[in-house]
């Protein structure tokens, strides 16, 4: 059945615009379709236009695509992931992806940037006005503090994607002190879920967790896997920020099925100098970029960046990349 299904797939594969010597096949370990695909377009190919494409083929053939969704490869490109089949039997994966460059010159797609302004305090005008300016940027919003709620609506209003930034406790506390939504490690699991909870639901919808602070919390297992249980139950990414070496995020989260990530790039001191300073980062920022095919960029709110950045995410000056959503790099759950 899976051969006789198989042929008709290939068939409509190469209907839809995909080359005979596109693909390959491999057999899937876990439970659901037998074979998967990996099905390579052209680079200007729209991945949108095949998915209809091959769906009315299959659907004429009386087969049926059952799932499908958007994702991301490894490298940063955009995959679609389609599981075929018989009405009530899945039979094949297929993992759709375009090629970065073909033959004849034909141009790379552009590297992706995600670029997340962070440090708005708890002036909740400020922080909307902000929000409110015509740069592409995610934004990253304390909770538990005084104006942490009307921020989380601003950002919503001026249709930012938001990261919860948990403030999480850091060695030398309370010297150095997140604010007044802190958790400890000295509090129970459950307090710990339950704060957590609370800031999810404050702040819904979000992109992301990150961590604001946190150089001991996040050395800490018990009070990291109290704080992935919640995320686990949203499907939220963690984001962790200059992690410390005995930091146990990155191994907890793979444990536990969350999506983790790291920044590429944080400019923090440097929105506190002077453009010449910006400069220099943001130049490097974008050689990561072009040669990794994607890059996360942290970038502290000061009203020098905000100024600064209007002509830094100029077309021409950021050419082979494109600013992207912030979702556009994570993953919601952990491979």
Known sequence: ???????????????????????????????GPAL????????????????????????????????????????????????VGLPKRATHELLVTRSLA???????????????????????ARADSFFAAPIPFSVAVVAGEKGSAASFRAAHKHGRELVLHLPLEPLNYPQVNPG?????????????????????DQAQPVAAVANDLGSLATQDMTLMRAVYHELKKDDVPFVHVSPVAGAVCKPLAADMGIGYAEPDVVLDHETRKDVRALDHAWALALARARSRGRALVWMRATPLSLRWLQGALAPKRIEGVAVVPLSALLRTAAP
Do not use: H
Not at 13 to 22: D, H, K, N, P, V
Not at 39 to 68: C, H, K, M, W
Not at 180 to 197: C, D, F, Y
């Open 1 to 31: 059945m899976t051969r006789l299904v198989g042929k008709r797939v290939a068939a409509a594969l190469a209907q839809a615009g995909a080359r005979g010597s596109a693909w390959a096949s491999a057999r899937c370990q876990a439970r």
């Open 36 to 83: 998967s695909w990996r099905v390579v377009l052209p680079p200007d190919a729209s991945i949108l236009q095949f998915n209809y494409a091959v769906t009315r083929t299959l659907e004429s053939d009386r087969l049926a695509v059952l799932s499908g969704r958007e994702t991301w490869t490894e490298q940063g490109a955009p995959m679609l992931r389609l599981v």
């Open 102 to 124: 073909g033959e004849g010159g034909v141009p790379s797609e552009p590297a992706r940037l995600a670029l997340v302004l962070f440090g708005f305090g708890e002036d909740a």
């Open 180 to 200: 007044p939504g802190t958790l400890l490690v000295t509090m129970k699991p459950t307090k710990v879920a339950g704060e957590v909870r609370r800031y999810l």
